[in-house]
């Protein structure tokens, strides 16, 4: 089991931008594909998109376009540039391994609001 971190979410206003980093074992990022989560409160958790082991990006549609998965496995980390947020983005965000799900780290809260 790996414990998952995730850092560099914060207050930014509509339009804006933030870079979220998700840290783990070095293993554990050579090995699986690695996914992006959020949960607003309220609601349940959902996937955002995830990356391959290669580095190969898939996103829901209602990010696509505006969001940016890329990882850096030599770093153990998998990283979420976020632009042109909306104040719906205003979540928790998590990762996790979809294949080998890991214990929950505590997220980042990202707030959207002017």
């Known amino acids: 089991q790996v414990q998952l971190v995730e850092s560099g979410g914060g207050l930014v206003e509509p339009g804006g931008s933030l870079r979220l980093s998700c840290s783990g074992s070095?293993?554990?990022?050579?090995?699986?594909?690695m996914a992006w989560y959020r949960q607003a409160p309220g609601k349940q958790r959902e996937l955002v998109g995830d990356?391959?082991?290669?580095?190969?990006?898939t996103y829901r549609d209602y990010v696509r376009g505006r969001f940016t998965i890329s990882r850096d496995n030599a770093k153990n980390t998998m990283y979420l540039q976020m632009n042109d947020l909306k104040t719906e983005d205003t979540a928790v965000y998590y990762c996790?391994?979809?294949?080998?799900?890991?214990?929950w780290g505590e997220g980042t809260l990202v707030t959207v609001s002017s």
């Open positions: 996790n391994a979809p294949n080998n799900i890991q214990p």
């Open positions: 070095g293993r554990i990022f050579r090995i699986y594909r």
């Open positions: 990356v391959s082991v290669s580095g190969n990006p």
